[in-house]
């Protein structure tokens, strides 16, 4: 089984070897790693992103390269920020929690003082003033000590307020796109789990749009990476302005993105398909610099209708495959499973 493992790992390395030299990919660690997972089959969402950028001849510059490393496998440091994060709320907590329990103390041992002064009174009072004084020094250094717990409790509860809005946008970013401020593909596969399985529970109809920037590369190889970003920017808000509250856009990954909608039968998700294609090819867009006119942007669009108890990589798939068949078809048109 070891030299199964083995030669299968040394198959897979001088692929992404072959691989790299074919498409003039720099021969560096980062470089090694995607290429090494996309021959290993073992994620499918980069195997997916790849090939399309084969698919629209583009080439594997220094851009995409970083971009795919960035979205597929730097999740460890948000996790590491995360945790640190959570540590810090409960340090803070505990500080809080001794705080409450120095308090106890203090109010402990002022109820043994009165304790200890009563019962001193019953047996003698001529001591009296001493006593008072006692009562009085006692309950003027509870006081101070109060007052400092006020301020500390009121120091801890801003900087677990603090924390909480720092995990907030931790939490953000790691679920959103940091180019187009739309969810990412991790947001997605949540979302698309969590509405499959309310389908499940409901019945209602559950659509998902795979969609693809025709001819991508020319935008990147014709007027720069900045224009090339512009443009994936402006697409994502054209996804969002076509869209109800209850749908979900997110960035695939490269110049793919996604749409889920809920409660949506197939001819309505078609229905939004040609309505979000129409409303990229209206897009009139120049570049910042020169307010040259750029190309117009057209989509390619597959569509897929979930299937109760359905694994949700197959309806990927299937939606990926009518997506296929759309740039087969002539590009810049929706086509369904």
Request: negative net charge.
């Amino acid at each position: 089984m070891y030299l199964e493992r083995l030669a299968e790992a040394q198959d897979h390395a001088g692929a992404a070897i072959d691989s790299m030299a074919r498409h003039r990919v720099a021969p560096n660690p980062q470089n090694f790693a995607i290429w090494y997972e996309y021959h290993s089959g073992q994620n499918s969402d980069l195997r997916r992103t790849i090939d399309i950028v084969i698919s629209n001849h583009r080439e594997f510059d220094e851009h995409t390269l970083h971009d795919l490393y960035e979205d597929f496998f730097t999740s460890t440091k948000e996790e590491l920020a995360l945790h640190g994060i959570s540590v810090k709320v409960q340090d803070t907590l505990n500080e809080v929690l001794g705080l409450v329990d120095s308090a106890r103390t203090d109010a402990a041992t002022y109820g043994a003082t009165l304790q200890d002064v009563s019962g001193q009174l019953v047996g003698d009072i001529s001591p009296l003033a001493a006593l008072i004084g006692r009562l009085l020094g006692e309950a003027h250094e509870m006081a101070r000590r109060s007052e400092r717990l006020g301020q500390r409790l009121k120091q801890s509860v801003q900087t677990i307020k603090t924390l909480g809005h720092t995990l907030d946008d931790v939490r953000r970013e790691a679920t959103t796109d940091g180019l187009t401020e739309i969810a990412n593909r991790r947001a997605f596969d949540t979302i698309l789990r969590e509405t499959a399985a309310e389908a499940m529970n409901s019945g209602d109809d559950l659509a998902v749009l795979m969609i693809d920037i025709d001819h991508f590369k020319c935008f990147n190889d014709t007027w720069g990476h900045q224009t090339g970003d512009e443009v994936l920017r402006l697409v994502a808000a054209t996804l969002q302005q076509n869209i109800r509250g209850q749908d979900t856009v997110a960035r695939y990954g490269g110049e793919g993105f996604t749409v889920i909608l809920p409660m949506t039968p197939i001819d309505a998700a078609v229905a939004v398909g040609n309505n979000i294609r129409r409303a990229c090819e209206r897009l009139q867009f120049v570049t910042r610099d020169t307010q040259q006119a750029v190309d117009t942007v057209t989509l390619s669009i597959g569509v897929a209708c979930y299937e109760p108890g359905e694994a949700l990589s197959n309806w990927v798939r299937r939606a990926d495959a009518a997506l296929y068949r759309a740039k087969q078809g002539g590009r810049n048109r929706v086509m369904f499973d």
